[in-house]
């Protein structure tokens, strides 16, 4: 088993990924308690904040690669990038799509304007979907790595803005389950919500590994269809 | 409440359906993207072959002896 995951590490960790996903979706409804405020549509907070946080980090782990492009010119950086930061938006749907459907139950709303936390984090979601109307609006290079990686990296600033706007702001509906006194909530209830977490970037990280394979044997076969025309 | 299954019930029910979808979907792009570099890398494989058919033909031609 050790061995075979030494030769194949991405399929060790999409087992790893199906492992701790059956056991988050386990914990979520055979062993967390229902909570006493919210009731059973609680249970969305286990896929919704995991998600946000997945969405966070693939954002953050871009920006970090378009770092890597323009400070060390590292190779394959930009295309590393570029999958991250096409990870985070899908995790950015699924964030707004649970987040949508928790708002809907909890407050009677599917959207709220004026709820800063989510205002902001839809302004991140739309700047990094407007990444891909940049770079495929310029042609493939240099110029659209760099350009691409500069925008990458403005992006990152929004991510504290968007995790402290609910710390920050006064009249607030949306929950703060994370203060400095730690997470407020019960030892099981954090247990799942670790696992869960833990889950979500593990298939995220699975993902990326996958998706940015293709994209590389996709680069290489074009090379070699313009090596043999 | 409808065959037993309250209002909350489905809101939790449709955010996990919405996430395992999304993740199919997903799966399901890569999946036919995969096909197509199959497609592509057999294409270049057939123009290979054909390409060192051609040439392994132009040499045993070259050495034939001729008289």
């Not at chain 1, 871009?62 to 060390?72: D, F, M, P, Y």
């Not at chain 1, 979601?125 to 990458?152: T, W």
């Not at chain 2, 919405?18 to 993207?33: D, E, G, P, Q, T």
Request: hydrophobic share 55%.
């Amino acid at each position: 088993m050790g061995l075979r995951a030494r030769e194949n590490p991405l399929a060790a960790l999409a087992a790893l990924a199906g492992l701790l996903i059956a056991a988050s979706i386990a914990l979520i409804f055979f062993y967390v308690p229902t909570d006493a405020d919210q009731g059973f549509s609680q249970r969305i907070f286990y896929i919704h904040v995991p998600v946000a946080l997945t969405a966070y980090a693939c954002f953050g782990w871009g920006a970090w690669k378009a770092l890597r492009h323009l400070w060390k010119r590292e190779p394959g950086a930009d295309l590393e990038s570029y999958v991250a930061i096409h990870q985070g938006v899908i995790f950015g749907v699924l964030t707004l799509a649970t987040g949508s459907l928790w708002a809907k139950i909890s407050w009677g709303h599917w959207w709220l304007w004026s709820e800063s936390q989510l205002v902001l984090f839809l302004v991140l979601f739309l700047f990094y979907g407007a990444y891909f109307m940049l770079r495929y609006s310029v042609e493939p290079g240099p110029a659209r790595a760099n350009m691409c990686a500069v925008y990458a990296l403005f992006g990152v600033v929004l991510i504290p803005i968007s995790f402290l706007a609910i710390r920050l702001a006064n009249q607030l509906i949306h929950p703060v389950v994370f203060t400095l006194q730690g997470p407020q909530m019960a030892g099981s209830m954090f247990l799942t919500f670790c696992v869960s977490l833990a889950a979500w970037l593990t298939l995220a990280a699975t993902l990326f590994h996958v998706e940015l394979a293709g994209k590389r044997i996709d680069s290489r076969l074009r090379e070699l269809k313009e090596l043999l025309a | 409440m409808i065959l037993g299954v309250t209002t909350a019930e489905k809101y939790v029910a449709a955010a996990y359906g919405i996430a395992f979808l999304v993740v199919l979907v997903y799966v399901l792009i890569i999946a036919l993207k995969l096909g197509r570099l199959e497609r592509e890398l057999d294409d270049l494989t057939w123009r290979v072959r054909e390409r060192r058919e051609a040439e392994a033909e132009r040499e045993q031609r070259e050495e034939v002896p001729v008289g």
